[in-house]
């Protein structure tokens, strides 16, 4: 055998380890390069934090309770189109577990499966249904984010270092709105008639029938989804005060408006499934876009890392919760007996 073929075989064994690790060398690669890039030593980070506005850092911060409480509500509403009945507190918990586990694998990936799982494990809803209902969650996220992308654009920020960013804005919402409009329609694909057919489509739309049937059920329930598009609107903008709140806790003058361009193009780009949970790209970003747009460099880095900073102590609370269920639920089945 050769040599190609060996490294071939070796990576087929190994892809999902394979992955990870390079996308953990990737995430601290770029954390790692921003730190020392935008820092000359510990001085520059001393002196950079010496007027950190204790009050307007801790407020951003509280800005992450409301979005979890959100997420657990716009979740438990389209839970309950599919007669699947939970707490908000239990889902604020899946929704931090979730946190927890973006962290390890790429984009949001890790944290909406187990999500999904979860609510399966507590209810008995089929998880190809569960996971049907996160990817409408989801997406009505991504079109708010369009939205205030869109809302920018109107406010006068097109550029990027120069370049213009209208027409991939443009093109990115337009693509979420189609993949919405074809998800709640699934039938005009016609896919149903097609599986008849083929034999071997029609053994796959059996497997992912619930999938089907979830997603079509949705177009009962316009109403809930016009509610589920203003919460996940409400949730952007709570990000968008996340971001501008400690970008003023250190004395960068940046306008919230400009918040409103920079935080829907920097999760635009976080998606990309390049590093473990967007962490690195997402930073990278960030300060780059916040330098276009006047903030010094070492302020914007440090606003870029004390932001990564609470999305790691929202994900240690998470551990901390998945460690600690198992314990409780076992605590609570030993009352009832």
């Known amino acids: 055998m050769s040599i190609i073929k060996k490294i071939k075989a070796f990576y087929r064994k190994r892809k999902k380890i394979i ?41 951003s911060f509280l800005t992450h309770a409301y979005g979890i409480w959100i997420t657990a509500y716009r979740w438990q ?9 939970t707490s908000i507190p239990f889902l604020s918990g899946s929704v931090l577990v979730g946190m927890f586990f973006n962290n390890f694998l790429p984009t949001s990936i890790g944290g909406d499966v187990y999500r999904a799982y979860d609510v399966t494990k507590k209810t008995g809803f089929p998880m190809s249904s569960s996971v049907s209902v996160i990817v409408i969650e989801r997406l009505s996220g991504i079109i708010a984010s369009g939205l205030f992308a869109i809302a920018a654009l109107f406010l006068g920020f097109t550029t990027i270092g120069g370049k213009s960013i209208v027409i991939p804005i443009i093109i990115f919402v337009v693509i979420s709105l189609i993949l919405f409009f074809l998800i709640l329609n699934p039938n005009i694909l016609g896919l149903k008639k097609l599986a008849r057919k083929i034999k071997f489509l029609s053994k796959l739309f059996e497997k992912l029938k619930n999938v089907y049937e979830t997603f079509l ?5 316009k109403w809930v989804l016009v509610k589920v598009m203003f919460y996940s609107i409400t949730l952007q903008f709570a990000v968008i005060l996340n971001y501008w709140l400690a970008a003023r806790a250190l004395g960068i003058e940046l306008s919230l408006t400009a918040f409103i361009f920079i935080v829907p193009v920097v999760t635009i780009i976080a998606m990309l499934p390049i590093s473990l949970g967007g962490i690195g790209v997402r930073e990278g970003s960030l300060v780059l876009m916040m330098v276009s747009l006047g903030a010094q460099n070492e302020k914007a880095a440090m606003c870029s890392l004390l932001l990564f900073a609470m999305l790691v102590i ?4 998470g551990g901390i919760i998945y460690g600690t269920r198992p314990i409780i639920e076992k605590k609570e089945k030993d009352k009832i007996l």
């Open 19 to 59: 992955n990870i690790t390079l996308r953990l060398v990737i995430s601290l690669g770029l954390i790692l390069f921003l730190i020392f890039s935008q820092f000359k030593d510990f001085k520059t980070i001393s002196s950079t934090l010496k007027n950190l506005n204790i009050l307007l850092i801790i407020l």
């Open 314 to 317: 929202i994900a240690i609370i």
């Open 217 to 221: 059920s949705f177009k009962k329930y």
């Open 77 to 85: 509403t389209l839970l309950k189109t599919q007669n699947v009945s």
